[in-house]
Structure formats: C-alpha cells, structure tokens
C-alpha cells in the first residue's frame, strides 16, 4: 500500500473511531442506568457535557493543530480518546461516568476540524474523498449499536467502553510509527488548489448558507443518531424484543445509508452543488414527519430513508467549504462549523429527555420527537436557497487525478 493510500485509510480509520465512541453511551445509558436505579431519561442528561465539548472544543483543536501540526494532533486524539474510553469504564456513580465521558467528548472535538482539513488537502476529487470518508465515520456510527448491544447481550456496559479503548490505542500507536516515518504527508496539491490563495466570491452568502445548514442539520442528525437505537427498542417490538438484535437493525440502518455520502460525493464532483443539496434538504422534513407514525418494518424503511438523506447532506456542506476557503483557514473555518454543528446536536439530549419524561409513553414522546425534528429540517431547505448556485471555478470543472486514493 502506498504513503498516500495509508495516510487515507488512518483518516478514514479516525472517523470510524471519533463516532463510534461517542455513540457507545447512547445504547449502553439504559445498562448503566438500571445498575444505578436509573431510566433512559434519566441516564442520557449525563452525556451532555461530553456531547458539548465534542463540537465546542473544536476551535481550541484546530489552534492546537495549527501550532503544533496536525498529524501530531490526529496521533493525540487516538490514544487520548482510548485512554478515556478506558477510565469511564471505571465509573462508580452517573456523575463519574459524565466526567469521563466528557473527556471522551473533549478528544473526539479533535478529529473533524483537522481529520477532514487532511482530507480535503489536495483538491481534486474533493467530494469523493469526503463521500468515502463519511462512509467510515457512518460505519462508526453503524458500529456503535451493534458492537455495544453484542457486548451489553454477553457482558456489561464497562466493557463496551474498554475494548474499544484498547483498539484505539493500538491504532494511535500505529499511526505514531507512520508519522515518525517520514510518509505521513498530504497529496500533491491541484492546480486549482494551489490557485486558490484567497477566499472566493461570494464566500459571505456561501458561509452564512452553511451557518444554517449546519445548525438545522446539527439538531436533526444529533437527535436520529443517538435516539435510533432506543427508538427500536421502543417501536419494533413486532420485530424483537431483544437489545442486541435492536441494536443490530439500527447498526444496518447506518451502515447501508451511509453510502450515499459516495453518490452524492461523485455527483457534486461534476455538477453544481446547490440543486443537490436543496432536493436533499427537501426530502428530510417529509419523510422524518413520515417516520413518526411508523412502527415495526415500516418504520425500520422510512428510517432508513431518512438517514440516507442526512448522511447525504454532509459532504456537501464540507465540499462547498474547499471550494471558497482556501488550505490555511480550512481547519479554523470547519472548527466553528463542527462547533455549531455538534453543539446544537448536543441540545437534543437535555430535550430528549424532557420530552420523554413528559409523555404518557416513550412510544409517544419519540413520535412528539420525531415532528419537532421534521420542522427542525425545514430550517436546512430555507437555508440550502440562500446558497450561492456555484462556485468560482466550479463550472466544467474536471477533477485532477489524486493518488491518494
């Protein structure tokens, strides 16, 4: 395997991590909860803190990055996100096991501002990359469920945080080794890329666009990923009973809609982006509203439609950003958009649980949940209209070939 090709596949390794490890509370809070005599609702208020962080620290770790590099930065939130997997598994109270998730939260914050920064560098196939590289943070998504309610059917809730740890250090370790090799460099730059010195026209109307997308989308995608597993539980009861099967159907939901973040990827690279983000957007509010009056197989369909246009959605947002911000300002730039985006999906769960401790049933409080999200998605349609129809440069536009992948 080439330089190039490996460097890809420990980006590509880094956001399968970064997700899956924020999403191991989400089903593993019930476990935890019942050894502490607590419910869902009552479980899930102690993973804010982490999932605030993971998107308000993003600017202090794209400062970090830009003073100390950013492969020494990818090398720190491996081992540091393993390390604290494994210290929140000792948790004796709530209280301790929120500590540690939120120094989970803290090393998480480091990956999308300079992860998909490296990603990007190159130019070229832009969209594509970051279609392939949202495959593998999905699959982390995906991953979460299914990993965690195999461990929670066998075991229990700490070793779901351990393991993972483990493998994380491992590969923290691996990639330590890459970068102390000398190889661990980015691809030869476009000459588009190299062209590109200054912010391109129409960068205010493009930026405030993506403000919108972002906070509309940060809610919507923050709510699907963390309450899917416990929404099957609750609503696929004709389907099974059982956590690790549950856990299961939600994993397979993440995984098979991850893949049109590669459709989309390869259509943006050669059309206009601003069409396709507005028929996504406009699907999002119509099947979500659709999704709430569902259960059992119907419902596992509606969802997975919903989650393939949400997954859909996100190389765009981060394809539009290369193509008006230039290298040096990408990591800064796409640090407050995680920020915004992760922040506001941070606020679902306080809202989650208010919601769900109000209703007569939890089957009811996700359906209340569930419309508050499909209004929520009329906000990105408004917002994907302001987009500027495209880019400097991005008419006939052809891809420079990349090595890297």
């Known amino acids: 395997m080439s330089a190039q090709r490996l460097r890809f596949l420990f980006l590509n390794l880094g956001h399968f991590i970064d997700h899956l490890f924020m999403l191991i509370f989400a089903k593993a809070a019930y476990d935890a909860g019942k050894a502490w005599g607590l419910g869902y609702d009552d479980m899930i208020i102690y993973g804010t803190p982490a999932a605030l962080l993971f998107g308000a620290a993003a600017p202090l770790s794209a400062q970090a990055a830009d003073k100390w590099g950013r492969n020494p930065l990818i090398v720190i939130f491996f081992i540091g996100i393993g390390v604290a997997s494994i210290l929140a598994s000792f948790a004796d109270t709530p209280l301790q096991l929120g500590i540690g998730l939120a120094l989970i939260g803290i090393f998480a914050s480091i990956y999308h501002p300079v992860g998909i920064t490296m990603v990007i560098q190159g130019g070229g196939r832009v969209g594509w990359r970051l279609g392939v590289n949202g495959v593998w943070g999905n699959m982390g998504v995906a991953a979460a469920p299914l990993i965690t309610g195999f461990i929670l059917a066998s075991y229990d809730w700490r070793l779901a945080f351990i393991l993972p740890g483990i493998l994380s ?165 796409l640090s407050i958009k995680f920020m915004l985006n992760l922040t506001i999906g941070a606020s679902v769960l306080p809202f989650a649980s208010y919601v769900l401790d109000r209703s007569p049933t939890d089957s009811d409080g996700f359906q209340t949940i569930l419309l508050i999200l499909a209004a929520a998605a009329c906000l990105i349609v408004s917002a994907a209209l302001i987009l500027p129809r495209q880019a400097a440069g991005e008419q006939n536009m052809v891809p420079a070939p990349q090595p890297a992948e």
């Open 169 to 333: 250090i491992g590969i923290g370790l691996a990639f330590w080794y890459f970068v102390r090799s000398g190889k661990a460099v980015p691809p030869p730059a476009s000459a588009r890329e190299k062209a590109m010195v200054g912010m391109a026209p129409g960068w205010k109307r493009a930026l405030i666009s993506l403000g919108l997308v972002t906070m509309g989308g940060g809610f919507v995608f923050g709510a699907l990923i963390f309450l899917m597993p416990r929404l099957f539980e609750v609503k696929l009861n004709g389907i099974s009973t059982d956590v690790a099967m549950t856990g299961l159907l939600a994993g397979a939901v993440y995984a098979t809609a991850a893949f049109a973040q590669i459709a989309v990827g390869k259509i943006i690279d050669n059309r206009p982006i601003k069409p396709v983000l507005v028929t996504i957007a406009a699907m999002q509010p119509v099947i979500i509203f659709i999704m709430a009056y569902q259960a059992d197989w119907t419902l596992f369909l509606v969802a997975f439609l919903a989650m393939a246009a949400v997954f859909g959605q996100i190389p765009i947002t981060d394809a539009v950003l290369s193509r008006y911000v230039p290298d040096k300002w990408r990591a800064k730039v």
